[in-house]
């Protein structure tokens, strides 16, 4: 069975950086274990995503396309198809009063957030700090062990780690009565005809969403 665009499929994988093969994120507990990326809260198990909804990054997410379930496979993705290149406007010098007035004892490697956005401080200069806003893998090629387990056909499974993974709901409480889609998650109305769409465009099975 060959994996195609909007298929739900339920897959193990581990990332690592190509040059040094540093493991920096996996599904595995074993294996972030063993590299020593272990993160108690992160829930290591097998995840279903749905293929061409970008749940994971560009360049495993078009290769994993035409290969086939129940294998597993090894992918090279090149910096532009994973976390992106480096832009410049992306380093930006941030006043270092700005630390002091949120108590924040800044130091070079500090993993920051100002205005929503995640940096990390590369260099500290009296009262200018040298604040790094791109992705930290960003212009790194990356490679991928991926074992595609089965295809989802289940209509409530792929509603459920739809709004999981591509919607950022967490554990949303769903059900499914014939092809109506019925979700008790409370979601703010201005995102629900958003949810609606995605949700009819690529779970063929339901043909009605409504909201509890």
Avoid: W
């Avoid at 700090?129 to 295809?151: C, G, Q």
């Avoid at 993974?165 to 995102?191: M, Q």
Wanted: glycine share 6%; proline share 3%.
């Amino acid at each position: 069975m060959m994996v195609k665009t909007h298929d739900f499929i339920e897959v193990n994988y581990t990332g690592k950086i190509k040059d040094n093969e540093a493991v920096f994120d996996t599904t595995d507990e074993k294996i972030a274990k063993d590299s020593g990326i272990y993160n108690p809260k992160m829930g290591y198990k097998s995840v279903i995503i749905c293929v061409g909804e970008r749940q994971l990054i560009k360049g495993l997410d078009d290769q994993i396309i035409g290969k086939e379930v129940s294998k597993k496979y090894s992918f090279e993705v090149e910096a532009k198809d994973a976390f992106g290149k480096k832009d410049a406007k992306l380093i930006k010098l941030v006043p270092t009063n700005i630390f002091k007035q949120q108590n924040i004892n800044h130091f070079v490697g500090l993993e920051v957030q100002i205005d929503g956005q995640y940096g990390i401080i590369r260099s500290i200069n009296g009262g200018r700090t040298l604040v790094d806003f791109n992705h930290p893998l960003a212009s790194k090629d990356v490679s991928y062990d991926i074992e595609i387990i089965r295809k989802v056909d289940d209509a409530k499974e792929q509603l459920d780690s739809l709004l999981e993974l591509t919607l950022n709901l967490g554990k949303a409480e769903t059900e499914l009565k014939e092809d109506e889609a019925v979700i008790k998650s409370k979601i703010p109305e201005p995102f629900q005809e958003v949810i609606t769409k995605k949700i009819l465009e690529v779970v063929p099975k339901i043909k009605k969403v409504s909201y509890k």
